[in-house]
């Protein structure tokens, strides 16, 4: 178990980027995307383990301190309890030169269920570049009452990597890199139904655990951005430094840009909204990109959940009626909403709830061509609040959550890249399926 072992995990300079460009760019937000899809090995019980086109999903920001005072901050693994939301239990098992291995338990609050808990062990290792790699030893993930069959998942041998660094900025700041991959295969009824269901969560769920690592840390050792007023959703404009870094990078996957936390100022009557961006590459044209995203009454074809959608075509102005349902097991529940669409130009369309099952939700959506090539970037920025207008289960799930400071962004970004795991394949069909034949 101490033996040593070399990450497959990339690093940052593997994409060959400025350090101090892309913290210009970056500000004070979190940004997310993925690598280019490697062949890796990793050690396990029973020998190497191989795996064909990993694709690690990296997170990084910009924080005020210094790189080795950040390292000395995450080489501390008793201490993680203090950094992590739901990270009620850190230990130090046993340390040998550059490995550690690392006792951790996460638990989880359910109202009638008791409590969802996960105890795990992680292999960490001190590299020489000061980065620390990490590999999942072994777990279990249980209900303290099993029900629907039970959820409870043995997690050894399980495949998951990450890895630390700390990129030197200047004497008072520094880059802070969190990358991750798994391919971990839940056997218990209820996890392997829910995949099931939702398949898009293999891809959701490392960017889910990127950002929430990161961020943890991030918020921490960042002032709060002071708003006065109400904030708009992001297009391109705003991320003008970010453009290029976007559409290299969106040849991989999602990138996603979560905005920083907000310092509200007296007198403000309603906190603003904390937007999250994610940019997708799709190999279709702007014009049909845009025209099958806006083809409402196709949406069905692409979100199974919608029961029912109604638009009003006002011209600049669309009107939209939705019930959208959720059946899984014994979880089901129905959202309406009401929601404006506004045209603001031919290639940005805002969007608001007007009614509904939501306290708020406000977002825009842009459609840019990536310079060199045929394809679209289509830039989704999106807010919500829950409120008490919400169906209970959702009220439910949000104050479970709530211990996650950062939880709505977190839902923000899961929600948009679900759908565009779904949108993106059907615009790329239909766009090809549809254009008119030239003679």
Known sequence: MMADWNSPAPHLADLDMAPRELAAAIGKRLVLFSHPARDISIPSASGPRRFSGARFVTAVARVDLPAQTMRRRLQDFSGYKHLFPMLTA????????????????????????????????????????????????????????????????????????????????????????????????????????????????????????????????????????????????????????????????????????????????PGLKVAPLRYVSMATRLQAPVAESRRLATSYERLPEVLKELSRISANDRGRQVDLDLTARFAFMVIRFTLDLDVLNTWVTPDR??????????????????????????????????????????????????????????????TSMAVQMVVMERMKPWIEKNAVAEKPLHP
């Not at 060199?372 to 949000?398: K, T």
């Open 90 to 265: 850190s230990d130090v098992l046993t340390l040998d030169g550059k490995n550690v291995v690392a006792r951790y338990r996460v638990e989880i609050p359910l109202p009638a269920l008791a409590t969802f808990s996960i105890g795990f062990r992680i292999k960490h290792a001190l590299e020489t570049d000061g980065s620390i790699s990490s590999l999942l030893i072994d777990g279990k993930a249980e209900s303290l009452i099993a029900m629907v069959g039970g959820i409870s998942d043995e997690l050894a041998d399980q495949p998951v990597l990450s890895r630390w660094e700390f990129v030197p900025l200047n004497q008072k700041q520094s880059l802070l890199v969190f990358t991750y991959w798994d391919r971990v295969e839940l056997k218990s009824y209820f996890a392997r139904k829910f995949m099931e269901a939702y398949p898009e969560l293999r891809v959701v769920g490392p960017y889910m655990v990127a950002a929430g690592a990161a961020e943890s840390i991030h918020r921490n050792f960042v002032l709060a951005v002071p708003v006065n007023e109400e904030v708009a959703p992001l297009g391109l404009e705003p991320l003008g430094k970010m453009q290029a870094l976007m559409e290299r990078l969106s040849a991989y996957g999602h990138v996603v840009v979560m905005e920083p936390e907000q310092a509200v100022a």
């Open 349 to 410: 369309l805002e969007f608001r709830r007007t009614a509904g099952d939501l306290a708020q939700l406000r977002g825009a959506s842009e459609w840019h061509a990536v310079a060199g090539s045929r394809d679209a970037l289509m830039l989704i920025s999106v807010a919500h609040e829950v409120g008490e207008e919400a169906p209970f289960i959702v009220r439910m799930a949000h104050k479970i959550a709530d211990r996650i400071p950062f939880i709505d962004p977190l």
